[in-house]
T-cell receptor, first 114, second 115 residues
Framework: AQSVAQPEDQVNVAEGNPLTVKCTYS??????LFWYVQYPNRGLQFLLK??????LVKGSYGFEAEFNKSQTSFHLKKPSALVSDSALYFC????????????FGGGTRLMVKP | EPEVTQTPSHQVTQMGQEVILRCVPI?????FYWYRQILGQKVEFLVS????????KSEIFDDQFSVERPDGSNFTLKIRSTKLEDSAMYFC?????????????FGSGTQLSVL
């Protein structure tokens, strides 16, 4: 079975500071990892993905994430947070050996204060 | 950017009633999905659909649920006899290729409230 954990319900950061939103996963096969963002009254929007290759993945809006196989983590990062980054962030995983189902974490609310 | 649209945005129904949630996926997409999110809980996979048949479904997707692509544009989720625990935000999604390594495009959701 595949699972995702986002240990923080909320992350608070000041504008201009770096941010990290944590994600750990568990799969039996190769992990395919994704980050999605949800703004109020909107659907989930794709940010970035890791399938294979470089462990550091760059995505939309200046976000990046680092795949760490030994720690089974895929933390989302941004060097300098913007107030407009405030939203709900979801990490998701698909087991490369088991169908197309995406399993999502519980979400982390990012609050960026001016 | 193209969008997945869902209607209605909010549906209120009585327990035991049938509801149909509607979605218009992105026009050239071939794979369609339903997910749901109970308030305060995780986003959960329900079903994936390709070539007019279900390709994968979760344990949540029992006999009370069905999906259909009645024409070339709509993709519907039907709940035959709603239960209180079906109250959730239901998200439709689509992709051009299988979700294997492809991003999904999500709609803004239908909030279903079962009274």
């Amino acid at each position: 079975a595949q699972s995702v954990a986002q240990p923080e319900d909320q992350v608070n950061v000041a504008e201009g500071n770096p941010l990290t939103v944590k994600c750990t996963y568990s799969v039996s096969g190769n992990p395919y990892l994704f980050w999605y963002v949800q703004y109020p009254n909107r659907g989930l929007q794709f940010l970035l993905k890791y399938i294979t290759g470089d462990n550091l993945v760059k995505g939309s809006y200046g976000f990046e994430a680092e795949f760490n196989k030994s720690q089974t983590s895929f933390h989302l990062k941004k060097p300098s947070a913007l107030v407009s980054d405030s939203a709900l962030y979801f990490c998701a995983v698909r087991d490369g050996n088991a169908g197309n189902m995406l399993t999502f974490g519980g979400g982390t609310r990012l609050m960026v204060k001016p | 950017e193209p969008e997945v649209t869902q209607t209605p945005s909010h549906q209120v129904t009585q327990m035991g009633q049938e509801v149909i949630l509607r979605c218009v996926p992105i026009s050239n997409h071939l794979y369609f999905y339903w997910y749901r999110q109970i308030l305060g809980q995780k986003v959960e996979f329900l079903v994936s659909f390709y070539n007019n048949e279900i390709s994968e479904k979760s344990e949540i997707f029992d006999d009370q649920f069905s999906v259909e692509r009645p024409d070339g544009s709509n993709f519907t989720l039907k709940i035959r006899s709603t239960k209180l625990e079906d109250s959730a935000m239901y998200f439709c999604a689509s992709s051009l290729t299988p979700a294997t390594n492809e991003k999904l495009f999500f709609g803004s959701g239908t909030q279903l409230s079962v009274l």
